[in-house]
């Protein structure tokens, strides 16, 4: 592996500097080093930077600077391209990124050497339907996110899983995960944790306005169809908690499981349970737990 893609969370404490460093030390070795070229004017180094679509169809493996956000954002812009990622931890720990910046050099001598392995995870398709046609499609590796706006009234959805009929929710929204996303907004709403290398799609109701709607565990080519019935107020669908699209009633929003996986080169193969557990401690910490 000689070709590296970066991306680079510019807001990160450090980071700049933190790249140079990669940089120099991967060139030193006869890699190529490719940045996104808006990114690579700003840190001062153009000289490497190329079109993001140039980026991801070239690197052999992409290196993200930055936390999970990060790295779900990565993740659904390599999707087709199927390149590995791996992500440099620069702020608290993350349930995606493998390596701590103290252990950067080291980590990455491991990888030059072969000594990793690639983790696959399930990712997520959405379509929106308007009167029959296809008005939006994204693809997600956390989940899709179907919520009210800023008015504080509920929404009425339908949902079905292979046009079995599921529930008629009255409720702020509904969340349809995958494995990666049930530690994310799912886990909020009262969703089940799974271990990511399980297939499988959670459906999990936001603050639902009855005792019987709870978390539903759907098999992984199970398709999901949610009806939008609300007729006032802004509804959105949100991908990962960072592209919206704004929906209308008698919109249909299909999930699926997307035809292409998520790929992570692993070097410590760390354990879920244990960042699991660090992670809860960590939030438990922060907010004076």
């Known amino acids: 592996m000689k070709k590296f893609g970066l991306v680079v969370n510019l807001n990160k404490k450090g980071v700049q ?12 070795r006869d890699c190529d080093v490719l940045i996104k070229d808006d990114t690579a004017r700003l840190i001062g180094l153009s000289r490497l930077g190329v079109p993001q679509e140039q980026l991801f169809a070239q690197a052999q493996c ?3 600077f930055g ?38 050099l080291d980590d990455l001598g491991k990888i030059l ?42 929404i009425r959805l339908e949902a079905y899983v292979n046009d079995n009929f599921v529930n008629k929710y009255h409720a702020d929204g509904l969340i349809i995960a995958s494995p990666t996303g049930s530690t994310a907004y799912s886990l909020s709403a009262g969703g089940p944790l799974v271990s990511p290398e399980h297939d499988l799609i959670l459906l999990t109701p936001i603050c639902p306005h009855s005792l019987w709607a709870r978390p539903v565990v759907t098999a992984p080519d199970s398709v999901i169809k949610v009806a939008l019935l609300s007729d006032g107020g802004a509804v959105t669908l949100t991908i990962d ?28 193969g760390r354990n879920f349970f244990e960042i699991l557990r660090k992670k809860l401690k960590e939030e438990g910490e922060r907010n004076g737990v």
Request: hydrophobic share 45%.
């Open 113 to 154: 050497a072969g000594q990793y392995f690639v983790e696959e995870r399930m990712m997520l398709e959405a379509a929106v339907y308007r009167d029959g046609a296809v008005v939006e499609h994204a693809v997600g590796l956390n989940d899709v996110v179907i919520s009210k706006g800023a008015i504080a009234r509920l």
């Open 17 to 28: 500097r933190f790249v140079e460093q990669i940089t120099r030390w991967l060139e030193e």
């Open 67 to 104: 936390g999970d956000g990060t790295m779900l954002w990565t993740a659904r812009k390599v999707a087709n391209a199927g390149t590995p990622l791996i992500g440099i931890n620069m702020g608290h720990l993350g349930f995606l990124t493998e390596i701590d910046v103290p252990e950067a």
């Open 241 to 268: 908690g960072q592209y919206v699209f704004s929906l209308r009633q008698y919109d249909e929003i299909v999930v699926r499981r997307a035809s292409r996986k998520a790929k992570f080169l692993r070097i410590t």
């Open 62 to 64: 992409v290196i993200v």
